[in-house]
């Protein structure tokens, strides 16, 4: 009975992804995209002749658990989608399991999307957001997240994530997007490789870097940066997470060296993530 109950349990979560999966497809596919219910909010601003080619992303209020998924566009628009998930308690075989359900509503004055600012003030809630967006193929961007700046002057040619305050690679559709923000123990993606962000610059994991010159880090709990290198291995910016915007750290980073970093036999800029637990 025991073994039956665990089949019962696992089976019903596997459903549970799937319709997860299979309700977005349904809500790209209805046209306007707001008639699923965990679409909260749907914005999208053409974009004319005039438009200089880049965009600022700013948010604000953003958790752990919540994911901003970039995708490059043919389309000369930007469009913005915010989806909600909360997990509900259900009792199966005696026993209480977690699953996805509907998130909260958002006010439409919280996603704010013109032809220079996409904008997202998260409010205080329960559960799971996911922004989604998809802007023209090699729109240049910078991100700012929760206060601090984590992306500066990458150019959009393939699908790019923000989780916990750090990119890397994104989900090709808003399904699958949706779909790891859910359920993130589904993400495929290794870890180590590279992720172009622009012209000749790339997202690289920092354990395939060799630094060359470096100073100790305070001694503090939990260390979050990120910073872009140029082909010389000198860093030209840091984006220090946590704890946020120490002054020390930044200063600290901002004079280390690294080996440059040779894609195809050409040194390139690079952008990556430090962690110190």
Do not use: C
Request: proline share 4%; aromatic share 8%.
């Amino acid at each position: 009975m025991r073994h039956f109950g665990s089949q019962r349990i696992g089976i019903f979560i596997g459903f549970g992804v799937l319709v997860a999966i299979s309700s977005v497809i349904y809500a790209q596919t209805s046209g306007g995209g707001t008639s699923y219910q965990s679409v909260k909010i749907a914005k999208s601003v053409e974009l004319g002749s005039l438009w200089q080619g880049s965009v600022n992303i700013s948010v604000s209020g953003m958790q752990e658990t919540d994911v901003i998924n970039i995708v490059p566009s043919e389309n000369q628009q930007f469009s913005a989608k915010v989806l909600t998930s909360e997990d509900r308690t259900i009792q199966l075989d005696n026993k209480n399991i977690n699953v996805p359900g509907e998130g909260a509503a958002l006010s439409d004055t919280s996603l704010v999307v013109s032809t220079t600012n996409i904008s997202f003030a998260r409010p205080v809630m329960n559960g799971k957001v996911l922004l989604f967006l998809e802007l023209p193929q090699g729109t240049n961007f910078s991100i700012s997240y929760n206060g601090s700046t984590i992306g500066t002057n990458g150019q959009l040619y393939s699908s790019l994530a923000v989780r916990a305050g750090a990119l890397s690679k994104g989900a090709e559709t808003m399904a699958m997007a949706y779909t790891h923000t859910i359920f993130p123990q589904l993400l495929d993606r290794d870890p180590n490789e590279d992720v172009l962000i622009g012209q000749q610059r790339y997202l690289v994991a920092y354990s395939k870097l060799q630094l060359k010159k470096s100073s100790q880090l305070p001694n503090v709990p939990f260390i979050k940066l990120s910073m872009d290198v140029d082909e010389q291995g000198i860093v030209e910016n840091v984006s220090v997470v946590s704890p946020i915007n120490s002054t020390e750290i930044h200063q600290i980073v901002s004079a280390w060296e690294f080996v440059p970093y040779v894609v195809n036999g050409t040194p390139v800029k690079f952008s990556t993530v430090f962690v110190r637990d």
